[in-house]
């Protein structure tokens, strides 16, 4: 179910939750939980925005190297 945690392996867990918080006040924990988990996903996802917008877009190197000329003919031969 959850990364190798069974059905059984849960229960036991929230039954534990139960006993050591109270039944009162595990609805105020469930809460915070949500919220806390909704304030993590919208602050990650501005980041990601973030990080989206600002990134530099990259250029493509200028080349040092001008076009290649043909080099002329300094021997004297005439074709």
């Not at 849960?10 to 006040?25: E, N, P, Q, S, T």
Request: charge should be neutral; proline fraction near 5%.
């Amino acid at each position: 179910m959850f990364g190798g945690i069974g059905t059984g392996e849960l229960l036991v867990i929230f039954f534990v939750i139960l006993l050591v918080f109270g039944a009162k006040k595990l609805p105020e924990l469930a809460q915070g939980l949500g919220k806390g988990i909704r304030e993590f996903r919208r602050a990650s996802s501005e980041i990601q925005q973030e990080l989206d917008v600002t990134k530099p877009v990259e250029a493509k190197p200028k080349s040092t190297v001008s076009a290649e000329q043909p080099a002329e003919d300094k021997g004297g031969k005439a074709e």
